[in-house]
């Protein structure tokens, strides 16, 4: 049974299936061939995007044969039909996304037009949201601005430093350590704010360990969390 990740091509990134079941859904489930232009598209797309360097020197990668796999991979989770040898990741895009074609198009929008991001190869140990990899990184990047959280910090010192999730304050602190107990998070779905300027508004103030629980929060659950429910679900565990 064929294979989509074959010939030591590594498997596909929730990023690369959502862009995928993009051209599935538009494609109204009739399989465009591999010299199909909108099948070589998303291959030269799929081979620019800034992870996978070494293996994007291939041919075989993520050629147009490979997406076409793909795609009756997707297939078979919409309708049981055709290749049965596809992938977890597969089989959860399509469960998460089947029924939501105009979510896929804007989260394809967003990867088509941060993929000449400066991201990397690296996951690192940080959640993945699901967006997938190169909008998660994006978000991240953003986060660790520093002359964002430095414009954000000076605009919270003269209010006070306190976490917008669980309360934290340490009032008795200089100002120098308080700032450091705290860090920027962006409320806004990278895949909703797209390439524009973060503005300080979209940013919420969070101590650093409901920063981590909120990543947390949202790679588990596959969806986005807002402030107030991470506090909801912190005082309900309390």
């Known amino acids: ?4 990740e074959g010939h030591g091509n590594p498997n596909w990134t929730r990023d690369e299936v959502i862009l995928a079941l993009d051209l599935f859904l538009s494609s109204e489930g009739r399989i465009p061939s591999k010299t199909d ?5 998303l291959s030269n797309l799929l081979r620019r995007l800034p992870y996978h360097r070494e293996a994007a020197r291939r041919p075989t990668f993520r050629n147009p044969d490979g997406v076409g796999f793909k795609l009756l991979n997707l297939r078979n989770a919409a309708t049981g039909k055709g290749l049965g040898n596809i992938s977890t990741t597969d089989r959860a895009i399509w469960e998460e996304f089947g029924d939501r074609p105009k979510e896929v198009a804007k989260l394809a929008a ?4 941060g993929i ?8 690192g ?4 949201f ?10 991240y990047r953003r986060e660790r601005s520093r002359k964002l959280r430095a414009s954000f910090i000076a605009q919270k010192a003269s209010a006070g430093f306190v976490c ?10 200089s100002v120098e350590f308080q700032s450091a107990l705290f860090e920027a998070h962006h409320i806004v779905p990278i895949a909703e704010v797209g390439e524009r300027r973060t503005k300080l508004s979209d940013l919420a103030l969070l101590c650093a360990c409901c920063h981590r629980l909120i990543h947390k929060l949202i790679s588990r659950d596959r969806r986005w969390i807002s402030v107030a429910e991470a506090r909801s679900i912190l005082t309900s565990s309390a």
Do not use: K, N
């Open 1 to 4: 049974m064929a294979r989509t």
């Open 37 to 41: 232009a909108r099948v070589i598209a």
């Open 110 to 113: 967003a990867i088509r037009a």
């Open 116 to 123: 000449d991001s400066q991201v990397t190869d690296d996951e």
């Open 125 to 128: 140990d940080e959640p993945e």
């Open 130 to 139: 699901l967006e997938g990899r190169l909008l998660t990184q994006m978000h």
């Open 164 to 173: 917008e999730i669980c309360d934290l304050s340490r009032p008795t602190l």
